[in-house]
T-cell receptor, first 111, second 112 residues
Framework: ELKVEQNPLFLSMQEGKNYTIYCNYS?????LYWYRQDPGKSLESLFV?????AVKQEGRLMASLDTKARLSTLHITAAVHDLSATYFC???????????FGAGTRLTVKP | DAEITQSPRHKITETGRQVTLACHQT?????MFWYRQDLGHGLRLIHY???????NKGEVSDGYSVSRSNTEDLPLTLESAASSQTSVYFC???????????FGPGTRLTVT
């Protein structure tokens, strides 16, 4: 069965701290996506990772992909309040017909 | 600017009624998708389409149908609404073969 597991599901951090969100998926894929969702809003694409060893960074967020371990990570550096949101990873195929989302990590950054 | 819209944004309906949710995109994307979002499940794929007259079932398609008569629209129909279909529904589109999906603003559906 195709599964995508994220952990932790809830994360409360202090501003300035670092932390990593993990995304494990059960079947082979060469595509892994990270999205951000603010309360009551739609999903915003953060990263698309297309190959083993891919690493992408945007501001305080860095995502990586290890296809052999079926693991992606989203690393947060020196968190700020504006990063408070729910983060989803999703595993997909070439035409996105078999997209599977993780349950999401609700991140709260406290002053 | 090109965009993807959904209507209505909020809908309350009664069990057993037929409901249609609209999705319209102006990017001329071939691929369109419908998802539902429930607490603890992330998003789950309901149906998808790769072009006009093409429709396919996703992970949770029972009780839903779609039709694709033009490139811009993919309406989602709940044939006989059930309380288990209370959810937030998102439409998305992408260029054929592309990795990146663009999501609409969502429709919150409540079935009483």
């Amino acid at each position: 069965e195709l599964k995508v597991e994220q952990n932790p599901l809830f994360l409360s951090m202090q501003e300035g701290k670092n932390y990593t969100i993990y995304c494990n998926y059960s079947t082979t894929s060469d595509r892994l996506y990270w999205y951000r969702q603010d309360p009551g809003k739609s999903l915003e694409s953060l990263f698309v990772l297309l190959s083993n060893g891919a690493v992408k960074q945007e501001g305080r967020l860095m995502a990586s992909l290890d296809t052999k371990a079926r693991l992606s990570t989203l690393h947060i550096t020196a968190a700020v309040h504006d990063l408070s949101a729910t983060y989803f990873c999703a595993r997909g195929g070439p035409n996105n017909n078999d997209m599977r989302f993780g349950a999401g990590t609700r991140l709260t950054v406290k002053p | 600017d090109a965009e993807i819209t959904q209507s209505p944004r909020h809908k309350i309906t009664e069990t057993g009624r037929q409901v249609t949710l609209a999705c319209h995109q102006t990017w001329n994307h071939n691929n369109m998708f419908w998802y539902r979002q429930d607490l603890g499940h992330g998003l789950r794929l309901i149906h998808y389409s790769y072009g006009v007259q093409d429709t396919n079932k996703g992970e949770v398609s029972d009780g839903y149908s779609v039709s694709r008569s033009n490139t811009e629209d993919l309406p989602l129909t709940l044939e006989s609404a059930a309380s288990s279909q209370t959810s937030v529904y998102f439409c998305a589109s992408s260029v054929a073969g592309s990795s990146e999906q663009y999501f609409g603003p969502g429709t919150r559906l409540t079935v009483t």
